[in-house]
Each structure stands twice: as structure tokens, then as C-alpha cells.
């Protein structure tokens, strides 16, 4: 698997792509995407859908992941990529639940549910675009001999 993660990051960098250009095109995508899915009463249409979903979906998460990963360089990398891996586990656990939540305060109203799936792609996407692609630099010092 990660050989086509790196088969497509290169391919990415090929073509020019930043990563957080890809990271709000794949953003607004899976929202337009999740509002869709909410509006369709065709069985044929979901699967089109959930398909077009499943092939968009890399250009959000692995984007992502590796500009973070290349934020940070040196000593402080392992304890930033365990931050970001720390909140996104946190994520995965609260936003679950709040969509339960969501579901029961609305009568088992899963439009609303996927409206706010929607939104929070939507959103994703708004504060990537205020994000700085930087690579981090390791500076390599000579060390003094005796």
C-alpha cells in the first residue's frame, strides 16, 4: 500500500500539484460528493456515487498527512506527527458520536446527518486553505575537531 501512496504523491509532484491545492480540491469534492449522496433516492446513481467518492478520496488524506509530515524536520517530527495522529484519533471517536447525537435530537433524520458530514468536508477545506506549505529544512552542523 504504500508504494502507491508514494506512486501517487510522485505523480503529484510531476504534475506540479501542491499538496494543499490537492487538499481542498479533495475536500470540496467529498462534500459536493456527501450532499449528493443525501439528495439521490437511486440505487444505481449511490453506487456511481460511493464510487466517485472512493476514487476522490486520496487527494484529501494523503495530501494531508504528508504535509504534515513534511512540516516538521529533525527531533521534533516523531512528536508532531503523534500530535496530528493524537487529534485525529480524537476525532474519530467524538465526531461519531456526535453524529449519533445529531441523529437522535433530529428523529432519525440522516439527511441532516449527511448535510453535516458535508459541512464539516466544506469546512476542512476552508482552514487548509489558510494552511503554508513549507518543507522543513535540517540544518546539518559541522562539529568542531580537536
Do not use: H
Request: net charge positive.
Amino acid at each position: 500500500m504504500r508504494v502507491l501512496f508514494s506512486i501517487f504523491l510522485g505523480f503529484m509532484r510531476v504534475l506540479g500539484i501542491q499538496l494543499i491545492k490537492s487538499g481542498i480540491m479533495g475536500s470540496a469534492c467529498v462534500a459536493i460528493i456527501t450532499v449528493a449522496l443525501a439528495l439521490t433516492t437511486n440505487t444505481g446513481l449511490l453506487w456511481g456515487i460511493m464510487l466517485a467518492k472512493g476514487l476522490i478520496a486520496p487527494f484529501l488524506g494523503i495530501p494531508l498527512n504528508t504535509l504534515q509530515a513534511e512540516s516538521v524536520a529533525g527531533p521534533q517530527a516523531g512528536s508532531a506527527m503523534g500530535f496530528y495522529n493524537g487529534i485525529a484519533q480524537l476525532g474519530s471517536v467524538v465526531f461519531p458520536i456526535s453524529l449519533g447525537l445529531i441523529l437522535d435530537l433530529t428523529g432519525n433524520n440522516y439527511f441532516v446527518v449527511l448535510m453535516a458530514i458535508a459541512t464539516t468536508y466544506a469546512l476542512c477545506g476552508a482552514l487548509i486553505a489558510f494552511m503554508d506549505e513549507k518543507r522543513a529544512v535540517i540544518v546539518r552542523t559541522k562539529m568542531a575537531t580537536a
